[in-house]
């Protein structure tokens, strides 16, 4: 069975440009989590769909982040414009409804944003 | 509002027993989980604990106390191959948020 999927691996850009990431989580996971992870730290929330729904939004830079899971499978985030700040590793998840087993996150391997 | 304290770092040789405890404070609690990272990949699912105890897998095994907002990841028979980062993170039942602490980057020497 293959596992979460992203897309680019390594993405560098200069700051102001638009930069956008995707992901394809396992099949069957309703649930689908974007993070963002800083050197030396823990992954940070930054939204959570339910199907297609975001269910949980309130850590996402509305200004310049914006994201979208169209018909409740792959998704989209999108930064614009980028910032020095954003340079980081963004990872997405995947996971069952939690009500019938743990909910454990399944990862990708990550895109890693530098901005220069 | 949620919080994961786990220490930075910590260093153990090879065959040796390693515990890494992690303290949190969260408004709901809904399951704590340890996910291993190596460098430069993506976090991997180790345990989880909802009820007080010890839960045992292979080498590892976790201990959650939920009135003492209290966990440790307990690793047996070290590898080199174990040298990673160990990151505690707590769900709530507040939205069902999973957040991560810093995580614990062990480093297991010959």
């Known amino acids: 069975e293959a596992g979460v999927v992203q897309s680019p691996r390594y993405k560098i850009i200069e700051k102001k440009q638009p930069v956008a990431f995707w992901c394809n989580p396992i099949?069957?996971?309703?649930?689908l989590y974007w993070y963002r992870q800083n050197l030396g730290q823990g992954p940070e929330l930054l939204i959570r769909y339910e199907n297609e729904e975001a269910v949980d939004d309130s850590q996402l830079p509305k200004d310049r982040f914006s994201a979208e899971r169209l018909k409740g499978v792959d998704s989209t985030l999108k930064i614009q414009p980028a910032e020095l700040g954003d340079s980081a590793v963004y990872l997405c998840?995947?996971?069952?409804?939690?009500?019938?087993?743990?909910?454990?996150?399944?990862f990708g391997e990550g895109s890693r944003l530098t901005v220069l | 509002g949620q919080n994961i304290d786990q220490p930075t770092e910590m260093t153990a040789t090879e065959g040796a027993i390693v515990q890494i405890n992690c303290t949190y404070q969260t408004s709901g609690f809904n399951g704590l989980f340890w996910y291993q990272q190596h460098a430069g990949e993506a976090p991997t699912f180790l345990s989880y604990?909802?009820?007080?105890g010890l839960e045992e897998k292979g080498r590892f095994s976790s201990f959650l106390s939920r009135s003492k907002g209290y966990s440790y990841l307990l690793l047996k028979e070290l590898q080199m191959k174990d040298s990673a980062s160990y990151l505690c993170a707590v769900r709530n039942t507040g939205g069902f948020k999973t957040i991560f602490g810093a995580g614990t980057r062990l480093f297991v020497k010959a």
């Open positions: 998840a995947s996971s069952l409804a939690f009500a019938a087993n743990t909910g454990e996150l399944f």
């Open positions: 099949s069957g996971h309703n649930t």
């Open positions: 604990n909802v009820l007080d």
